[in-house]
């Protein structure tokens, strides 16, 4: 019987403890329900912060130095000698600003004391603001084995660049030129695609670039035997200025030289103002076996992990009606897709892709067969090919030098919906231009001048050369993002 009421007492406890927990559930539920009805006070935290604007630099910009030739000297077939000096033209705003100029070392080329090498532009803290100096370098060569005209603007230094353009099948050779202007050593990589997909090249990563220095590497020596490459070069310590020297020999006779710079970063439009086409030709867009290099042709790499349809408007800029082509890009791998063709002219294209790509078109001002003198002179029969890059929109203002070359002309490229009104200012002489929406203007400038321009926002432009065994261009960029204030966050 003890026991019993033991049990019983137990029990009794067990059951009014359950009930006590069932009270204290439904008090629960119909708390949460009230507090879904009646709003509750709202209270956020913003994180504390600042917005820190850092200290002012002096601007820097770097020129990629003389064209170079592999395999001049027998006895050192892969050393990159110099063939000639480069010709360098630079400015700033304001105009009385002090540029100095500072040659890097080149110590893979033996004539760099005859012929020049690299060379830093600077100018002092404050002195200019962010974009507002500017250099640019031409050179024209007449050698056995390299001849045309190539033209290249000063950049900045940057960890990241995508250089489209060259080639390392039979008779074509590429340089990849990395100069280092800062105090601090870099480390590059150096990854290569092409028509296959990625180049599995060990020697192209972790290159060391002394601080001050300028290095070269073979890119047949990376990707041997490649027509479509695209280099892209990343770099950790010092920023590097990249850029890719493609030159071509048909049989015997040179047949173009270019130095390819930077093009636009990965996205999914990509504007190309300023595409010249010398002579008329071309290829049919849907002849994927062409080869060579004389015709007008896009070459396109899908830089993420899907395909990519993209479509290719070709505009001429003097008006009229253009061209488009649809192209299908399988991501990773490299596509030169022909223009059709094209009348002699200046074009403007427009790329829109659904996923990120990378972009610049090639032309040539003819082929050396059709050329050849008939007394058999090669060396003045040869022709020459350029590379335009696609472009940046640019800020509010910006100053561009036109270096020495043959009919330098400003291409601005207006893609957006509304009239630009935009300043050029040369020698103090002051010109207003009218962009019309989806429209270029063609604004022929001095070689060895420098043009100031305002009131540029959002548009593109191009400065390309054009002459008798003379093509070359660049594009015109904004500048990096290095001295914009920052927002910091403490811990």
Known sequence: MAAERYFSRRLARIGARGLALVIAAGIAVGALAAAALVPWPEHRITPPSLVVKPAETGQLRVCPGPLLSLGDDPDEATTA?????????????????????????????PRADRDGTPLALTTEAGAVEAGMLAGAQGQQVSRDTIAGYAVAACDEVVTEAWLVGGATDVGRSGLVLLSNPTAVASTV????IGEGGAVDAPSGLGITVPAGEQRVVSLAGLAPNLASPVVHVTSTGGGIAASLEHTVVEGLTPAGVELVGPTATPAEVQIIPGFTVPVDGGVDATDDHAEGDAFPAVRLLATGDDPVQVSIDIAPESGGGGGSIDATLEPGIVSDVPLGDLDAGEYTIALEADGPIVAAAR???????????PDGDDREASVDLAWTAATLPLLDTAVIAVPRGPNPVLHLANPGDDEVEAMLTVDGDEREVRIAPGTTEAIEVE??????LAGTAGLHATVAYSGERALSSFPVRPPGPLDSPLRVFPH
């Open 81 to 109: 000698s110099s063939v000639g000096t480069t010709s360098v033209t630079h400015g700033a705003v304001p105009d009385d600003a002090e540029v100095a100029e500072t040659p890097l070392a080149a110590p893979e080329n």
């Open 189 to 192: 990589d150096v990854r290569v």
């Open 447 to 452: 070689a060895r001048g420098v043009v100031e």
């Open 363 to 373: 032309a040539t001002t003819g082929s050396p067969q059709a050329q050849t003198d």
